[in-house]
């Protein structure tokens, strides 16, 4: 999204109230103030559990604002920093997160009762923030953040999401694939989430490719 041609994939492993997030990620801004780009990387939780289609930049300044996905997204339940605390608290601690154009993370850390909920009922979106200024509208991209007046707004944009799907892995201690499983038993799978299982992300980062997905269901 937002024309940043980041893309990727998250995975959440949920053992107990313990998850082990992987997150890979492409073709992100690579650097910022001669150091690597940080990428403040959340798990958003509890509203449409869906990536915002372009229609949601509300102020039609060109660029698509952390804020103006809320209403897709939701708010964050967990920050995927790399170390220390992983609340909302440390929404832009941009020293604990990964930077640069391409990276691998993987952390394991404490579920919230919140972020664990929405991996259940399918409403818990991975958002890799940060986009480069040079694909944004020049004028929008260097105006103050919605998030901190002190960082530009390209720095907290939005550069690719994914909705955490129950993953084909989740499914399998429930007796092995089955693409012909009815929805009751799909829901049972998604329930278990929050116990035991495994969800999974294809971050998108080009809202072309976004409309494409959805037009494919
Ligand atoms: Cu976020």
Redesign the pocket.
């Given at each position: 999204m937002n024309n940043s041609g980041t893309t990727g994939t998250a995975s959440v492993n949920v053992h107990g109230n313990q998850a082990t997030v992987d997150v890979k990620v492409d073709g992100a801004a690579e650097t910022f103030k001669d150091g690597p780009f940080p990428h403040?990387?959340?798990i958003?939780i509890a509203a449409q559990g869906v990536c915002p289609p372009p229609s949601a930049d509300a102020d039609g300044d060109g660029i698509m604002s952390?804020t103006e996905g809320h209403p897709y997204?939701g708010m964050?339940g967990t920050s995927l920093t790399t170390k220390g605390d992983t609340s909302a608290d440390s929404?832009l601690a941009v020293d604990r997160f990964p930077g640069g154009s391409s990276y691998t993370y993987e952390r394991t850390l404490q579920l919230t009762p919140e972020t664990a909920q929405s991996l259940k009922n399918g409403t818990a979106v991975v958002?890799?923030?940060g986009v480069d200024p040079t694909k944004l509208p020049a004028a929008s991209a260097m105006k103050p953040s919605d998030l901190d007046p002190k960082l530009p707004q390209a720095a907290t944009a939005?550069a690719a999401c994914g909705t955490l799907g129950a993953s084909q892995m989740a499914a399998m201690p429930k007796g092995g694939a089955d693409t012909g499983a009815p929805v009751s038993s799909h829901s049972d799978v998604a329930a278990e989430i929050g116990v035991a299982g495994a969800a999974a992300a294809v971050l998108v980062g080009s809202g072309v490719v976004m409309m494409r997905r959805r037009s494919q269901k």
């Open positions: 403040a990387q959340h958003h952390t997204y964050i929404a958002v890799v923030h939005p």
